[in-house]
């Protein structure tokens, strides 16, 4: 006992002190881009996590406590410097992925984003030398995509839905389907939001049949808005009724009501050309006479993350002039992205312009034919003799963002095999690249989906499956 409590004290003796580890090289590079109070937290950090794994026992290290240190220095830095916004590539084939920022934006979005973050229009007008409406620009371009009277643009697609029920619903009661009452991507759930809002539901219906009757009944003096969700990330399919917009605003408008329908996903234009059918179009909706629409900016419009309300000129600007809309409105560079991806569309150069349109419409021949020239590519700089095996397989993209679960995106996938290394290692080193590729696993293979790499990162994807 008392001779391995002497052993500990000098293996603690060995221990570095946070002056000397940071004096040490690995310290002074993370003190030239962090600062020096940084480093020496982090140095402190270093020395403390050795010294409690000494105290317990782990000596595997005793000999080389100081370089010990200097590397649990550097791997507390790299996982710090792991953890920021960086760029990657998808290499998954889901279009709209949330993990990994949703939509790509638009060569002219990125350009407009970029002459925002200085000095610009936000809320000024050229023409008069005055004070300007913030962001009017973007709204004016959404009236005109969408038919509506007045549009209103917010932090994201739940921010819209708060704020609508918020304003429109908070002490009554609303009347939605059971079919509706969805969770959309695990943290949006329609009767959590609706609790939020101090709004009061009222279910109708059953989860495959609602009539419009069932609606009706269910309105009483308290009830002031109907509510129509879009199901997004799953669909009911067989014996299932709904009553259309057109009835429930019908219905809507007789007994004083709001019909309010959250789109989500929001699609500008009708997608089915490319394979995307029962995306409801937020155009249609308005002409069907819903009051109020809201929608994702970041999902099938393929922009920035906002949360668009498009509908009636009165109730559009009650939420105008409601406090919460302080709280929840964007910034400069989400109006100047915004402009840019609806100017595109104006245009009627979406599919070819707007990356995740773009991207979506890709036939799977066209992927097949980049699949090959990549391989050749590949193989060229590879070698013969390489461990790595390649192979092509049929498989499905996906649209991702919960939007159109349904939709059958064929792809062409390239099947990662390696003689010795299993698939979650060339996977993790893929991860690890210089610019981290983003890949699946299935079946024991990395696949590559070629879908959601653009040609100008096919020369990085290259270097990175080289360096494996
Ligand atoms: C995605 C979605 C939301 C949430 O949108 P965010 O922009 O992610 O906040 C809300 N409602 C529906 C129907 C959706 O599909």
């Not at 009944?217 to 009724?241: D, E, Q």
């Amino acid at each position: 006992m008392a001779k391995s409590k002497q052993t500990l004290n000098s293996v603690l003796r060995g221990l570095p002190s946070v002056s000397d580890l940071l004096a040490t090289p690995t310290a002074c590079e993370i003190a030239s881009t962090a600062g020096e109070s940084h480093a020496a937290e982090l140095s402190r950090r270093a020395v403390e996590e050795l010294r409690r794994e000494v105290l317990a026992g782990n000596q595997s290290f005793k000999r080389n406590l100081a370089g010990e240190a200097e590397n649990r220095l550097s791997g507390l830095w790299r996982s710090e410097e792991l953890s920021g916004l960086r760029r990657v590539i998808n290499a998954t084939g889901v279009v709209i992925h949330t993990n990994l920022g949703r939509s790509r934006l638009s060569d002219a979005a990125r350009q407009a984003i970029n002459e925002a973050a200085g000095y610009c229009t936000l809320e000024y007008d050229i023409e008069s030398g005055k004070r300007g409406a913030r962001g009017r620009r973007a709204e004016q371009l959404l009236i005109e995509l969408t038919g509506a009277e007045d549009v209103l643009i917010v932090n994201n697609c739940a921010a819209a839905a708060f704020f609508v029920l918020t304003a429109f619903a908070s002490g009554g009661e609303v009347v939605i389907s059971r079919g509706e009452l969805v969770e959309i991507g695990g943290d949006f759930r329609v009767p959590d939001v609706l609790t939020q809002s101090g709004a009061t539901l009222r279910e109708v219906g059953t989860t495959n049949r609602t009539k419009l009757s069932d609606y009706e009944k269910a309105t009483g003096p308290n009830t002031r808005m109907i509510l129509r969700v879009h199901p997004s990330n799953y669909r009911i399919v067989g014996f299932t009724t709904v009553p259309t917009a057109g009835e429930l605003s019908h219905l809507a408008k007789e007994h004083g009501l709001v019909l309010y329908e959250d789109i989500g996903s929001g699609a500008l234009v009708d997608l089915s050309s490319i394979g995307i059918a029962g995306e409801p179009v937020v155009a249609d909706s308005i002409d069907a006479g819903v009051d109020i629409v809201t929608f994702s900016g970041d999902k099938l419009l393929g922009g920035p993350q906002a949360g668009i309300v498009a509908g009636k000129r009165e109730l559009i600007a009650k939420l105008r002039r409601h406090p919460l809309y302080r709280a929840l409105r964007v910034d400069k560079l989400t109006y100047a992205a915004l402009e840019a991806t609806l100017k595109i569309y104006r245009r009627g150069d979406m599919l070819n312009e707007i990356p995740t349109l773009q991207m979506l419409s890709m036939g799977k021949e066209q992927i097949a034919t980049r699949v090959a020239q990549f391989l050749d590519k590949l193989n060229d700089k590879l070698g013969k003799k390489s461990d790595l095996k390649f192979e092509i397989s049929d498989g499905d993209s996906a649209t991702g963002g919960g939007a159109a679960p349904d939709a059958k995106l064929g792809t062409k996938l390239i099947s990662l095999t390696h003689k010795t290394l299993s698939a979650s290692r060339i996977e993790h080193k893929l991860r690890f690249g210089k610019t981290p590729v983003i890949a699946r696993i299935v079946d024991d293979r990395v696949l590559i989906d070629l879908r959601t790499v653009n040609a100008a990162e096919e020369a990085e994807l290259v270097e990175s499956l080289l360096a494996i």
